[in-house]
Antibody, heavy 120, light 107 residues
Framework: EGELVQSGGGLVQPGWSRRLSCAAS????????MHWVRQTLGKRLEWVSR????????HYADSVKGRFTMSRDNAKNTLYLQMNSLRVEDTAIYYC?????????????WGQGVLVTVSS | DIQMTQSPSSLSASVGDRVTITCQAS??????LNWYQQKPGKVPNLLIY???HLQSGVPSRFSASGSGTDFSLTISSLQPEDFAVYFCQQYFNLPVTFGGGTKVEVK
């Protein structure tokens, strides 16, 4: 049974940076595309970014493009989200999630989620 | 971006009821549509992938259909553990987008 364990959430001031980590276990991490999805305080789900299996291809939502960077270390089975120039509207619970297959047929594993609060 | 519109935003139902939730895409997404259930304080759980395929381990009272722009999720006989929020998600195009959610509450 696979598992994703996240760390790195917390309270940050606007304009500051934060890095989220997501440690994978129980499956061959390097075989799967991964995403970050966030859930606002109003419970709306928003896709943030995705990365391919070897980390060479990333895509971002327009709202975070140029500020957030997604990466992975397959040797450490770990996914990262570097968040710079944080804004109040980035406040959300952030989840790392796995695509269950190459075609993207759903996110079958979710991290436990970490709350990032951006406030002065 | 493809907009996903769910309806209703909430509904009240009783145990044993048949419940149907709909999701409409702003453009043709073929069958690139997934459904998730989220219970209070929990992470979303994948119920249905590719519009109509039941995820492993999900009870057979859940079913879904649709293609193109119109999709639906049906719970044939609502159980106490089914009271939750349900989201649809399209992955036909980036950005991946989610519906606003449908809260299924106790009547």
């Amino acid at each position: 049974e696979g598992e994703l364990v996240q760390s790195g959430g917390g309270l940050v001031q606007p304009g500051w940076s934060r890095r989220l980590s997501c440690a994978a276990s129980g499956f061959t991490f390097s075989h799967y595309w991964m995403h970050w999805v966030r859930q606002t305080l109003g419970k709306r789900l928003e896709w943030v970014s995705r990365i391919n299996t070897d980390g060479s291809v990333t895509h971002y939502a327009d709202s975070v493009k140029g500020r957030f960077t997604m990466s992975r270390d397959n040797a450490k089975n770990t996914l990262y989200l570097q968040m710079n120039s944080l804004r109040v509207e980035d406040t959300a619970i952030y989840y790392c999630v796995r695509d269950q297959n190459f075609y993207g047929s759903g996110h079958d594993y979710w991290g436990q989620g970490v709350l990032v609060t951006v406030s002065s | 971006d493809i907009q996903m519109t769910q309806s209703p935003s909430s509904l009240s139902a009783s145990v044993g009821d048949r419940v149907t939730i709909t999701c409409q895409a702003s453009q043709d997404i073929r069958d690139y549509l997934n459904w998730y259930q989220q219970k209070p304080g929990k992470v979303p759980n994948l119920l249905i992938y590719d519009a109509s395929h039941l995820q492993s381990g999900v009870p057979s009272r859940f079913s879904a259909s649709g293609s193109g722009t119109d999709f639906s999720l049906t719970i044939s006989s609502l159980q106490p553990e089914d009271f939750a929020v349900y989201f649809c998600q399209q992955y036909f195009n980036l950005p991946v987008t989610f519906g606003g959610g449908t809260k299924v509450e106790v009547k």
